[in-house]
């Protein structure tokens, strides 16, 4: 019931409330004890920690105009033409996705890009649509590119030289296959005049502090990652120093940051962890870790190819995040080749494109539109998924086996 009430919906209702009741369903009818559910919502620590630093950095930025000044330029730089601010968006995108993570694009960017649209008078849906794709699409880039990364390898986390050796070229190849499919899907959007921007203000001095504040998270990230510590901490620690720091400096109140982050996403994550537990519980993963193993070493190209496309499909059926958790737990308990654990990964990272809720990230994305007055289908979204991701999913595999 969690995963599913969590991709449909059911009566409107937001997604925290399908995962959180149907933890506690597991616990009282016995299924999980109370002493494993806790332990399951603590490991989501650093988790709740990277977000909450996320949505601070968000926050505080659009309050403080950062958003809408960045929104001016972007639409300065396209020259009036919509095809060349599609492609702007996108550059932007996959830095943001490659330096920030995936989470970061949904919360942070998304409300740059309708502030664009905005101010570039353009249906902002197409645009839009690219901070969904790109966080997934760029998100094994690097390893901060998605926290998922960091899950799924645990301790055996491969030094960067190795991981880039690993990655570089699938997450070229998706990268661009996503980027063409998008393009395609969204080409008669794109066939209109961009309006000239107004003459932006310069940027305040909140702006300016809150724009330090997210380019110290990304030092941070990275330096974090580098060392092979949890991001969490370092991202919260940013969110709440920068906006400490201009709160202050501009002397305003933290309530109407407070009220702005999107609080819901902490019970959903902390419900999912609580339902892979219980997953867990029933032995099936140790069992599938096995059968794995020995299909790895029978053939370890049939293996990465059969995984890969697997946990892309698991991805879109329930959340990345279990998923994510259950590729952890299978990838600790057995050895398995290289190439057989980064197809893991892709499908985890890459899969979730194909649907609405496939990803954390997209969730994120879809809270953030929801605050700009945006809704979009599962249907809406998965009619341009199945379109975009299957093309960037083999692509990256291929590169990755061949």
């Keep these: 019931m969690g995963t599913a009430g969590v991709i449909l919906r059911p009566f409107g209702w937001p997604e925290y409330i399908w995962a959180v009741v149907s933890a506690a369903l597991l616990v009282i009818l016995q299924l999980l004890s109370w002493h494993d559910a806790l332990a399951?919502?603590?490991?989501?620590?650093?988790?709740?920690?990277f977000l909450i630093g996320m949505m601070l950095l968000a926050e505080i930025?659009?309050?403080?105009?950062?958003?809408?000044?960045?929104?001016?330029?972007?639409?300065?730089?396209?020259?009036?033409?919509?095809?060349?601010?599609?492609?702007?968006?996108?550059?932007?995108?996959?830095?943001?996705?490659?330096?920030?993570?995936?989470d970061a694009t949904a919360v942070v960017l998304t409300p740059a890009v309708?502030?664009?649209?905005?101010?570039?008078k353009v249906e902002p849906l197409p645009y839009l649509y690219i901070c969904a794709f790109i966080a997934n699409a760029a998100s094994f880039v690097l390893p901060i590119s998605n926290p998922a990364n960091i899950v799924v390898y645990g301790d055996k986390l491969p030094p960067l030289m190795a991981w880039l050796r690993l990655f570089a070229l699938p997450s070229l190849a998706?990268?661009?296959?996503?980027?063409?499919?998008?393009?395609?899907?969204?080409r008669s959007a794109l066939n209109v005049v961009v309006a000239s921007p107004e003459e932006s203000l310069p940027l305040s001095l909140g702006g300016k502090l809150a724009a330090s504040g997210i380019c110290l998270a990304a030092t941070g990230l990275i330096v974090a990652s580098s060392f092979g510590r949890d991001l969490g901490l370092p991202t919260f620690v940013?969110?709440?120093?920068?906006?400490?720091?201009?709160?202050?400096?501009?002397?305003?109140?933290?309530?109407?940051?407070?009220?702005?982050?999107?609080?819901?996403?902490?019970?959903?994550?902390?419900?999912?962890?609580?339902?892979v537990e219980a997953l867990n519980k029933t032995g099936l993963l140790p069992a599938l870790a096995s059968a794995l193993e020995r299909l790895a070493q029978s053939s370890p190209g049939g293996a990465a190819w059969m995984s890969g496309l697997s946990f892309a499909v698991a991805s879109n059926l329930a959340n990345n995040l279990p998923i994510g958790l259950i590729a952890a737990t299978v990838n600790h308990g057995v050895q398995l080749p290289e190439t057989v654990t980064a197809a893991i990964l892709i499908g985890v990272d890459l899969g979730p494109n194909l649907s609405v809720t496939g990803s954390l990230a997209t969730i994120l994305w879809l809270i953030a539109l929801r605050r700009e007055g945006e809704l979009v289908s599962a249907l809406q979204f998965l009619k341009v998924g199945a379109i975009v991701m299957p093309p960037a999913l083999i692509l990256a595999l291929a590169t990755l086996i061949w």
Excluded: C, M
């Design 40 to 49: 399951a919502v603590a490991k989501g620590i650093d988790v709740y920690l």
């Design 61 to 102: 930025a659009r309050q403080e105009g950062l958003f809408d000044w960045l929104a001016a330029h972007a639409v300065g730089y396209a020259r009036n033409s919509a095809r060349r601010l599609f492609f702007i968006v996108y550059i932007v995108g996959t830095v943001v996705t490659v330096f920030l993570s995936n």
């Design 114 to 120: 309708y502030a664009a649209t905005r101010a570039a």
């Design 174 to 186: 998706a990268i661009v296959a996503t980027y063409v499919a998008l393009r395609f899907t969204q």
């Design 238 to 275: 940013a969110g709440v120093a920068t906006a400490g720091v201009v709160l202050a400096a501009t002397r305003t109140s933290p309530l109407p940051v407070i009220r702005g982050v999107s609080w819901s996403v902490l019970p959903l994550v902390a419900g999912l962890f609580v339902l």
